[in-house]
């Protein structure tokens, strides 16, 4: 699952950790599983994690298993009711063509 696309309007990286992150909005991930995710390396994420964690798109707490996790805040997951669609609508189309 991807983010909603109010959310998508940021760096790779950071649209990537939140797409992994909304993967498993419900359980979280650690750090190593972000990593894991992610195709980036570390210091990129560190910085895509700290970037999110700062505009509160995220939040870090103890799972049931008394590991900590990274949970992605419920705005950023899609509703599933709402219809929208993994498939990009045109401006997405012509940023992926421009680069941007």
Request: glycine share 4%; net charge negative.
């Amino acid at each position: 699952m991807r983010a909603r696309r109010e959310f998508r309007d940021r760096r790779d990286v950071e649209v990537a950790v939140l797409d992994a992150l909304v993967d498993r909005s419900e359980e979280g991930m650690t750090v190593f599983e972000v990593r894991a995710a992610v195709d980036a390396d570390i210091d990129e994420i560190e910085e895509a994690l700290a970037s999110l964690k700062e505009d509160d798109l995220l939040s870090v707490e103890n799972g049931d298993d008394d590991r900590v996790v990274i949970l992605v805040d419920d705005r950023v997951v899609p509703d599933p009711t709402a219809g929208e669609t993994d498939e990009p609508g045109l401006v997405d189309a012509i940023r992926d063509r421009l680069g941007l």
